[in-house]
């Protein structure tokens, strides 16, 4: 078993930034990837970016070059730093894990954006 703790989540003005963070504990393995996918009202959960412990990263096309992700291996942590934040951001964020075997899932945080 995975577990996943997340935090940073909370309510901005347009434009303005957030972090979340995500830190892994349990059965991890070396070789994983972890992320942030955020799922809005009404929506499907959709991708927000990515990351490998190579250090390999995938975004989303709606966040490029506004969010940023990284990951501390040492401590199993995954980031996300959220900069000129929009309305249309506003959803439940949520950690994911998944190595060659499982995929777990956080609980989910609430990022809300006024504006």
């Known amino acids: 078993q995975v577990q996943l703790v997340e935090s940073g989540g909370g309510l901005v003005q347009a434009g303005g930034s957030l972090r979340l963070s995500c830190a892994a504990s349990?059965?991890?393995?070396?070789?994983?990837?972890m992320g942030w996918y955020r799922q809005a009202p009404g929506k499907q959960r959709e991708l927000v970016a990515t990351?490998?412990?190579?250090?390999?990263?995938n975004y989303a096309d709606s966040v490029k070059g506004r969010f940023t992700i990284s990951r501390d291996n040492a401590r199993n942590t995954v980031y996300l730093q959220m900069n000129s934040l929009k309305p249309e951001d506003t959803a439940v964020y949520f950690c994911?894990?998944?190595?060659?075997?499982?995929?777990?899932w956080g609980q989910g945080t609430q990022v809300t954006v006024s504006s």
């Open positions: 994911n894990y998944r190595d060659l075997f499982y995929v777990y």
């Open positions: 349990g059965s991890t393995l070396s070789a994983n990837t």
């Open positions: 990351v490998s412990s190579g250090g390999s990263t």
